[in-house]
Every structure is written in structure tokens, then in C-alpha cells.
């Protein structure tokens, strides 16, 4: 995945001001960034949600402007905000959106119930969303981007506001799905989190990357790599801390 | 073909989650029943079933005149003659005390033929019905207008081929022109004949009359009140669905199916199919209720009423769709739903007949898509006409809904970026 020089403005006020990175095959990447930054309108150009006011992507030798379907086809996006049908069990949300990507009804099934199983929800298969707990309803959120076996992931903030237990089971899942060869752009404003998954991350601040490198990288550029955290990097290039 | 499939998985997904809420539910169909049900009754007062409507007719001539004759020949001698919804002739032969029972109100109105009548028609000079009615009874008015231009049209055909008759007979000889007392006494006899001769077919004068004049109230209330009310609802539920479809924007689902391979377009024919499938259940519940309980008459052209009914319910989710696009908050939705449906419900003749509005009424009125669809579900269920007749509503319905849904397209395209 490539990302040139991203441009977009919502009216005068500039959420992405020329974001460029490049994302290689099997890497777990990971977005960091406090609120604001523009990690989730940058996510929303690279799914094809957005158009970019400038810039260019391309996605799997795919370029946005000319074939955004067939960008489509190989992404699964994990939308910040829960994405489902409250008012539909988990099974049929999961289904429903395996077709959308294109799957038969026989593989929409198949994969609808191994993807609740992998997120550890089986046995609430047919259980109404609404009735879910937040970090349930993450985890459905999760595996429906799952439907139709993606190559290229996007998670925006999978984790944020959940349970420890939901949380590690997410952990556990991204890396799983990175044995599979799955590559994963992956958004937070948790840093001790991009630090434990991601190969590679960018911190954004203001609708630009200011740092990309390997977590190890970033923090040895302060001292010790055990000691240091990625919020320390973060107060030292920006003077804020990350959390006010 | 994979994008037809999902544009029905989407709306069989919408189907499932309407189906699962009780309160859609209660508002797609026993909410507007129970309105079928108030007004039902309500509007019975007006004109209950089992009363027939009433058609009283006099005149100030004496025996033996050319109103004599007509007279005998509209009234209705045998009731059990007359179809459903046919009115009943009845001849007052007291001028003066029909006029008395209309101030005392103990009748709604009548028409009467002036005394000058005959001389008048076979001098060739013009004269004028009286309808003399009740101002506040505007039911029996309008019928009593009606039946008197259908009788006037009627002796005004009948007067030119009367004329050119005793033209043929002067030509011929047979009547002198200087004579006028023989010409009076042949457009006379031809007047008398002609109107005589419609006593052996009994009732199918007035019949005839019924399609022309337009204007006879229908007896069951229930062919004005399902229909009207079924073009409230079926419009009122859709649009309140739009709330819905600014929810799933909500909700983020459409940003979801944006980032799949579902195309805008098949979104779009999702969400609208959904719609419609909702409002087809909707009519057939309506229409099998008003069938069977209401025992409502669909007329000459049952088709027509199926197709003006599908029209009402692509019009009505056409409407839904742009309101959705256009609406930027799931409140902005819901209020701007009940606003249109409350302001175009009464407008466009869903809680009264449109017909019976002032003329500068209706003419705004048709503005409305409501308009257009009870004035077509009128035509054929309240006035008796035949298919042709509803065609213009018809075409109107599908222009609302193209109108409607292009709107929605283009909105949908500039703001789902
Ligand atoms: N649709 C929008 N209209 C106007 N402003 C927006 C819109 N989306 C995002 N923004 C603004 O752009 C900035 C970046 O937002 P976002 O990309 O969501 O940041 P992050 O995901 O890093 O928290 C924020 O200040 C937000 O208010
Ligand atoms: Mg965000």
C-alpha cells in the first residue's frame, strides 16, 4: 500500500496536510496519534470512503482514482465507531456483510461462524447486538471486517474503551491474522499498544506525520529502548503530552 | 448480477430488522387502521350505508307539460332496480312544500323545472333548472349541481337534433313554417318521445347521468376513507423511514457497505427496494382489510386501483429515499417526515374528498402526489369511472417518484464522498 502526499480539508480547516507512507506486505503498521490528528480521515481516503482533496494511492498495484473497485475487493475496514446492525443477531451482521464482500451464501456462513469463533463468540451467535456488551460489540465490529478474507486490513482504534479481557483477545487476533499473511494498518492513540504489535508506526499530530520508523527506532533515539515508552517520543517531538 | 443480488440482500436485511421493531409495526399498519376504523364511522353520519342518496326533483308546470314527462320518466319507480351507489330519483309533486320541507330542513335540497319550461325550450328560448339546497349541505349540493347539468346537457343535445328535425320537416313539406303552432306541438312530441323512451331501460338513464355528472357521492363511506388513508400512510410510513436510513449513516453501516464491493447505486436500489416491499405489504393489508370489513368497491377497474396503489408506494419511497439524502441528522428526518405527511396529507385529500374542496383548492392541491393519487382512487371508486380515467394520476405518481428519486441519486452521489 502507498500513500502520497494526502491532502484533505474540511472547509478552511486542513485534517490531512500531505500525509505520505508506504505499508509492506505482511506488516502489522501502526498510525499513532493523539485525537484529531487525522488518522481516522486518512483511514477513510485509503478505504475509498473519502476522496482525497489531492494525493495518490495505490492498493495492491491498484490505483484509487481509476479502479477503487478493485481496491475495495481487498480491503476489510474495522470503522472507529461500531459499524453493525444492532438490531440483527451477530451471525446475520456477519453474513450480511460476507455477501456484501462478495462471498456466496455457503462461505458467507462458513466464514461468519469460524470469524465469531475466533473472537471467541460462538455461543452468541444468534444473540441480538444491541444486547452485547461494548467490548463484544468491538469484537463482532473486528470480525466482520474479516468477512471475505481481506489482504489488507484497516483498524481504526479496535480497542479503545474496552475491556482488558476483549482487548487481549483482539492482540492475540491481529497477530494471528498476520501468521496469515494479512497486512494490517493499524490506528491508535494507546502508544504502549502500537509498541507491542506493530513492526512498523508513524505519529501523526495535526494532519502530519512527524516520525516513521520501527517502535525500537523511535525510542532509541531517547535513550535506553527498555525505559524509554513511545509517549516519551511523543512529548519529545511535539512539547505535549499525548493524553491532555 | 451481483450487484442486483445485493441491492436484494440489502433490503431483505432492512425487511429483518423492520420486522424485529414492534413500534415500525404499530405505525406501518394498526395505527392507520384504527384511523380507517374512527373515520369510518365518523363519516357514516354523512351518508350511512344502508341509506341510498336521495335526488329530489319538482316542478312549477302543470299536467300534461314537457317536465311532466321527463319528470315520469327519471324517477325511480322500482328501487330494487338500482346498483350500488346509484342515487334515488324521488319527484316532489308539491313545488311549494318541497321548498318548505328546505327551510325547515328536513330536506337537503331539490331541482325544479321553472313554469316557463316548456314554452321556453319550444320557442327555442333559453331557461334555467333551479337547484334549491341547503347552503351548509355541500354533499347534497354538489350532487343536485351535478344531476341539473347532466339533465340541461342532456335537453340541450336533444334540442339540436330536435331542430334540425323540424328543419328536415319544413323542408319536407310536412309543416308549413309560418305554422308555429304545429312546429311547437312536434319538438313537443320529439321532446316527450325522447325522454319517454328512456322510461323502459328504468334506472339506466341515471346511470348514464352518474358517470357524466362526476359528482354523486358515493354511499359507503369506506371508498373514500380506506383509499385516502391508505395514501397517508403508505406515504406518512415511508417517509418516517428515512429517519432510519440517516440512522444507518449513523451508525456507520454505510460507510461500511461504502468501503465494500456493494456499488453506490446498488445501495441505493437496496435501501429504496426495502422500502417498497414494506409499502406493498402495507396495501395488501389495506386493501384486503378494506375488502373485508369495510366492504370497499373498487369499481369498474380493480387494475387501475392496483396500479395507482403501487405507484402511491414507489412515489412514497422515491420520497423517503431523498428525504434521507437530504436530511443531515436522524431528527432533521423524522421531523421533516411528519411535517411533509401531516401538511400534504389533508392538501391533497386523504382526510376529505378533494372534490369536495373549492375549486382554487384543488387546484393547489395538485401539487401534492396525494392529490393525484385520491383524486385517481376517487375517479374509479367514488364516481365509477373506468381505467382511463385514472391514467393522468397514474402518470402524475410516476413523475413524482422519478422526480423524487433523481433527487435522491444525485444527492447521494455528491454527499457520500
Ligand atoms: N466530516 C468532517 N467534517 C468536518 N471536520 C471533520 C470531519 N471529519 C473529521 N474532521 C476533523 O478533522 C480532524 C481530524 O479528525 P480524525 O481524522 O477523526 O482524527 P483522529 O482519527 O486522528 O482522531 C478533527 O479535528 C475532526 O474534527
Ligand atoms: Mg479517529
Known amino acids: 500500500m502507498i500513500a502520497k502526499d494526502l491532502h484533505k480539508s474540511f472547509g478552511d480547516f486542513k485534517a490531512v496536510n500531505g500525509v505520505s507512507f508506504s505499508i509492506n506486505k505482511g506488516e502489522i503498521f501502526g498510525l499513532l496519534g493523539p485525537n484529531g490528528a487525522g488518522k481516522t480521515t486518512t483511514i477513510r481516503m485509503l478505504s475509498t470512503v473519502l476522496a482525497p482533496d489531492s494525493g495518490q494511492i495505490i492498493i495492491g498495484g491498484h490505483s484509487m482514482k481509476s479502479e477503487a473497485e478493485a481496491i475495495r475487493s481487498i480491503i476489510g475496514v474495522c470503522p472507529q465507531d461500531l459499524a453493525l446492525y444492532e438490531d440483527l443477531s451477530a451471525i446475520d451482521n456477519m453474513i450480511f456483510f460476507g455477501r456484501m464482500a462478495g462471498l456466496n451464501s455457503q462461505d458467507a456462513r462458513t466464514q461468519a461462524m469460524a470469524n465469531l469463533k475466533l473472537m471467541g463468540l460462538e455461543e452468541r451467535a444468534k444473540g441480538k447486538v444491541a444486547k452485547f456488551s461494548g467490548g463484544m460489540k468491538r469484537r463482532i465490529n473486528l470480525a466482520i471486517a474479516l468477512m471475505g478474507n481481506p489482504q489488507l486490513l484497516f483498524l481504526d482504534e479496535p480497542t479503545v474503551g474496552i475491556d482488558p479481557q476483549s482487548r487481549n483477545n483482539i492482540y492475540e487476533n491481529i497477530l494471528g491474522l498476520q501468521k496469515k499473511g494479512m497486512t494490517v494498518l493499524y490506528t491508535t492513540h494507546y502508544m504502549e499498544e502500537a509498541d507491542r504489535i506493530c513492526q512498523r508506526v508513524a505519529i501523526m499530530d495535526g494532519g502530519k506525520i512527524i516520525a516513521m520508523d520501527t517502535p525500537y527506532q523511535l525510542k532509541s533515539q531517547l535513550g535506553s529502548p527498555d525505559k524509554v515508552t513511545l509517549e516519551d517520543v511523543f512529548l519529545k517531538l511535539t512539547g505535549r503530552s499525548l493524553r491532555d | ?417
Open chain 2, 1 to 417: 448480477m451481483k450487484q442486483l443480488e445485493r441491492v436484494w440482500l440489502i433490503a431483505l436485511k432492512d425487511l429483518k430488522i423492520f420486522m424485529n421493531d414492534r413500534t415500525a409495526a404499530f405505525f406501518f399498519i394498526i395505527f392507520p387502521l384504527m384511523f380507517i376504523v374512527l373515520f369510518n364511522t365518523v363519516m357514516k353520519g354523512i351518508g350511512g350505508e344502508d341509506t341510498r342518496l336521495e335526488l329530489h326533483l319538482a316542478t312549477q308546470e302543470a299536467a300534461g307539460s314537457l317536465s311532466y314527462h321527463i319528470l315520469g320518466a327519471m324517477e325511480t319507480t322500482d328501487e330494487s332496480l338500482l346498483k350500488p351507489g346509484d342515487p334515488k330519483i324521488v319527484w316532489d309533486k308539491d313545488y311549494d312544500a318541497a321548498r318548505q320541507a328546505v327551510e325547515n330542513k328536513k330536506l337537503a335540497g331539490f331541482i325544479a323545472f321553472p313554469a316557463d319550461f316548456t314554452q321556453a325550450l319550444s320557442s327555442g328560448n333559453s331557461t334555467s333548472l333551479e337547484v334549491y339546497a341547503d347552503a351548509g349541505n355541500i354533499n347534497a349540493r354538489a350532487a343536485l349541481n351535478g344531476l341539473a347539468g347532466a339533465i340541461s346537457s342532456q335537453i340541450g343535445t336533444n334540442e339540436v337534433i330536435i331542430k334540425a328535425s323540424v328543419a328536415l320537416l319544413i323542408e319536407g313539406g310536412v309543416i308549413s313554417p309560418t305554422d308555429s303552432a304545429g312546429i311547437n306541438k312536434a319538438v313537443q312530441q320529439m321532446m316527450t318521445g325522447y325522454f319517454s323512451g328512456a322510461t323502459n331501460t328504468g334506472a339506466s338513464y341515471i346511470t348514464f347521468k352518474t358517470d357524466k355528472v362526476g359528482e354523486v357521492v358515493a354511499m359507503n363511506p369506506s371508498n373514500y376513507v380506506v383509499p385516502g388513508y391508505l395514501v397517508m400512510f403508505v406515504f406518512f410510513a415511508s417517509a418516517i423511514m428515512a429517519e432510519s436510513i440517516v440512522r444507518e449513516r449513523k451508525n456507520h453501516t454505510l460507510e461500511r457497505l461504502l468501503a465494500s464491493s456493494v456499488r453506490r447505486e446498488a445501495i441505493l436500489g437496496g435501501i429504496f427496494t426495502g422500502a417498497a416491499i414494506r409499502g406493498l405489504i402495507q396495501i395488501v393489508i389495506f386493501w384486503g382489510v378494506g375488502i373485508l370489513v369495510f366492504h370497499v368497491d373498487m369499481g369498474l377497474s380493480p387494475a387501475a386501483v392496483i396500479i395507482l396503489s403501487i405507484l402511491m408506494v414507489i412515489m412514497s419511497a422515491a420520497f423517503s429515499l431523498m428525504l434521507a439524502t437530504l436530511a443531515r441528522t436522524q431528527r432533521a428526518a423524522g421531523s421533516l417526515a411528519v411535517i411533509t405527511s401531516l401538511v400534504l396529507a389533508p392538501l391533497g385529500g386523504c382526510w376529505w374528498p378533494l372534490f369536495l374542496y373549492p375549486q382554487w383548492l384543488q387546484n393547489i392541491a395538485k401539487i401534492t402526489p396525494h392529490a393525484w393519487a385520491t383524486d385517481g382512487f376517487n375517479k374509479i371508486m367514488v364516481f365509477g369511472a373506468d381505467f382511463g380515467a385514472a391514467v393522468p394520476s397514474m402518470i402524475a405518481l410516476l413523475a413524482f417518484a422519478l422526480l423524487f428519486g433523481l433527487i435522491a441519486v444525485w444527492r447521494f452521489r455528491t454527499s457520500a464522498t
